[in-house]
Nanobody, 125 residues
Framework: QVQLAESGGGLVQAGGSLKLSCAAS????????SGWFRQAPGKDREFVAA????????AYADSVKGRFAVSRDNAKNTAYLQMNSLKPEDTAVYYC??????????????????WGQGTQVTVSS
């Protein structure tokens, strides 16, 4: 199992950028797919982006494709979400998560077993 903690959220103007970090503890980080999800008030938590444990496979929600980039630095036990060209509709609490099943790559939040506490991202118009 891996434990996660997000950071980097804040208030930005539309068109701006933020970079979120997800610091992981544990020795299985390189075996875990890292996912990013977000939840706006009154809405279900939704998939944003994911990167496989080895970094060779990524996936993005259509709403963020071309604007966000997910990456990881296994030497630092950290995953990242670079968010560019932010829009007000990106406003949400952002969560990082880990799928601790070796070799699996998924965008399904039900498959993720470790979750961070969330970090607020607010984009003003």
């Amino acid at each position: 199992q891996v434990q996660l903690a997000e950071s980097g959220g804040g208030l930005v103007q539309a068109g701006g950028s933020l970079k979120l970090s997800c610091a992981a503890s544990g020795r299985t980080f390189t075996l875990s797919t890292s996912g990013w999800f977000r939840q706006a008030p009154g809405k279900d938590r939704e998939f944003v982006a994911a990167v496989a444990g080895n970094g060779e496979n990524t996936a993005y929600a259509d709403s963020v494709k071309g604007r966000f980039a997910v990456s990881r630095d296994n030497a630092k036990n950290t995953a990242y979400l670079q968010m560019n060209s932010l829009k007000p509709e990106d406003t949400a609490v952002y969560y990082c998560a880990a799928d601790n099943t070796w070799g699996r790559f998924t965008t399904n939040l039900k498959m993720y077993t470790s979750w961070g506490q969330g970090t607020q991202v607010t984009v003003s118009s």
